[in-house]
């Protein structure tokens, strides 16, 4: 189905009297837009590899960090980024659909997927929303360790932890030892023997007792360790805590990298998917209002599809590098 | 100089007008890429959550098994949902010389520099 040479109206025809790439201006600029835009992400995502290869601390794995559902207890490995995949896949479907639409010069199919592309643009980014939101607060924060333990896990095994290394508490006593951190006057820690509680008075007075803190959360061979084990490496602990993660703090890891790569990638394709939905808004806009159907022709939906489609493309490859491997 | 991006001519841009029976036949690869790249996805979650990664060699084997995946699915998205398949052979090879070219760059630190990061961490633990 490619152009046809003799076809071309000669104003187009470059200086050769040839039009070498036969398609329009826009569409080849968009396409050059493109390349530029996907060494821009390349360049990340090779800072990534450079980053995770040459870090001195545990880097955090995909499976381990990323495992919660809204709403749900329990874990679901990888499930909630899938999902985040197939909206975006969907997304491009419809938009193709619409651009197919449009080369039959059918308004009404251009503006039903067009819209369709939209909401589903809107349903990404409010999952990446949650997905921010929990990677920010974190599931109950950890503490390093002020010196070397070694601890059996409840499975027998032994392992021995270095100075600094993060031990993980879970959502109930980790909420408490956040307010014991943040040096609460209202949190009071009491240790007796081998039972470790903190109780928040004020309002809603309750007490968090500590059951059992995990090891190995984000790396391999995650287990849970209690009792007097537990207790053991409460009392090792340093006065660093990790809550959640920001741009200066991180529980994922000893390293902050982790953190920042996960803002700075997922951040900056979410806001390539913003200013998509924003474009695919103005389009449809136009659509409605007969613009492309007074042109006789529908190609700046095939040209918006081009930078659509270029968003899933990318978070193909954002979803190997950074989720998978 | 008028606007190009006024098409005159039909057969200037791709593909830039078809019928209802191409339409239908166009439709029916759409959906078909649609099901092929959810179910690679839903192959590579389940690869991801059943593999451990302590097993070095089946993880080298997975990672490559990712990759190439990854690769199959760009492909259909470029080639068909972005339609560079029906561009012209020029056009093809201008956009996907760079991408190419990269992408063999990308794939070359995330795994050799990542298998001498190992190498380095199992020599020095």
Redesign the interface.
């Known amino acids: 189905?490619?152009?046809?040479t003799?076809?071309?109206?000669t104003?187009?025809l470059w200086g050769g009297g040839q039009s070498?790439?036969?398609?329009?201006?826009?569409?080849?600029m968009m396409?050059f837009f493109l390349?530029s835009d996907?060494?821009t992400f390349?360049g990340l995502?090779?800072a990534y590899?450079?980053s995770?290869?040459?870090?001195e601390d545990a880097w955090p794995?995909?499976?381990q960090v990323f495992r919660a559902l809204p709403g749900l207890e329990g874990q679901y490995?990888?499930?909630y980024?899938?999902l985040m995949?197939?909206i975006l896949?969907?997304s491009?479907?419809t938009?193709?659909?619409a651009?197919?639409?449009g080369?039959?010069?059918d308004k009404a199919g251009v503006l039903k997927w067009l819209g369709a592309t939209i909401v589903g643009g809107f349903f990404f980014l409010g999952s990446q929303a949650w997905e921010w939101s929990h990677f920010i607060h974190g599931s109950g924060g950890g503490f390093q360790l002020a010196k070397e333990v070694t601890v059996t896990a409840d499975n027998g095994e032994a392992f021995t932890l270095p100075k600094g290394e993060l031990v993980f508490m879970d959502h109930h006593f980790g909420d408490a030892a956040a307010a014991l951190a943040d040096g609460d006057p209202n949190a009071v820690l009491h240790a007796e023997g081998d039972h470790i509680s903190i109780t928040q008075f004020g309002d809603h007075a309750h007490t968090a007792e500590l059951h059992s803190l995990t090891i190995n959360k984000y790396v391999?061979?995650e287990q849970e360790v209690s009792g007097a084990e537990a207790v053991k490496l409460w009392n090792a602990r340093s006065d660093v805590y990790a809550f959640g993660a920001n741009l200066e703090d991180s529980e994922y890891a000893a390293q902050q990298t982790y953190a920042n790569f996960f803002f700075f990638i997922t951040g900056f394709h979410g806001f390539h998917v913003f200013s998509g939905v924003v474009i695919n808004i103005i389009i449809f806009l136009m659509a409605l209002n007969g613009v492309f159907e007074h042109?006789?022709?529908y190609?700046?939906v095939?040209k918006t599809?081009?930078y659509w489609?270029?968003v899933?493309?990318v978070w193909?490859?954002v979803?190997?590098?950074f989720?998978?491997? | 100089?008028?606007r190009?991006?006024?098409?005159?001519?039909?057969?200037?841009?791709?593909?830039?007008?078809?019928?209802?029976e191409a339409?239908v036949a166009?439709?029916k690869k759409?959906?078909f890429?649609?099901v092929l790249?959810?179910l690679i996805?839903?192959v590579?979650?389940a690869m991801?959550?059943y593999f451990?990664?302590?097993e070095a060699f089946t993880w080298t084997a997975i990672?490559w098994t990712?990759?190439v995946?990854?690769l199959v699915?760009?492909a259909y998205?470029?080639l068909?949902?972005?339609?560079l398949g029906?561009?012209?052979?020029?056009?093809k090879k201008?956009?996907m010389a760079?991408?190419i070219l990269?992408?063999g760059?990308?794939i070359f630190?995330?795994i050799t520099?990542?298998f001498?990061?190992l190498e380095s961490f199992t020599t020095f633990h």
């Open positions: 189905m490619a152009g046809n003799e076809t071309i109206p104003e187009v070498p790439f036969s398609v329009t201006y826009g569409k080849m396409w390349v996907a060494l390349g995502l090779t590899g450079f995770r290869a040459t870090s794995i995909g499976e490995p990888l499930i980024v899938a995949t197939f896949i969907v491009s479907v938009m193709v659909l651009v197919e639409a080369h039959r010069n391999e061979n042109r006789g022709h190609e700046m095939e599809g081009l489609h270029f899933d493309l193909v490859f979803f190997t590098f989720y998978l491997i | 100089m008028e190009d991006d006024l098409i005159v001519n039909d057969g200037y841009a791709m593909a830039a007008h078809h019928s209802e339409g166009i439709r759409i959906w890429v649609t790249l959810t996805t839903a590579e979650v991801g959550v451990k990664r302590s990672k990712f990759i995946l990854t699915k760009a998205i470029v068909v949902f972005m339609h029906d561009e012209r052979s020029n056009m201008a956009i760079p991408y990269f992408i760059y990308l630190i995330a520099e990542g001498g990061h």
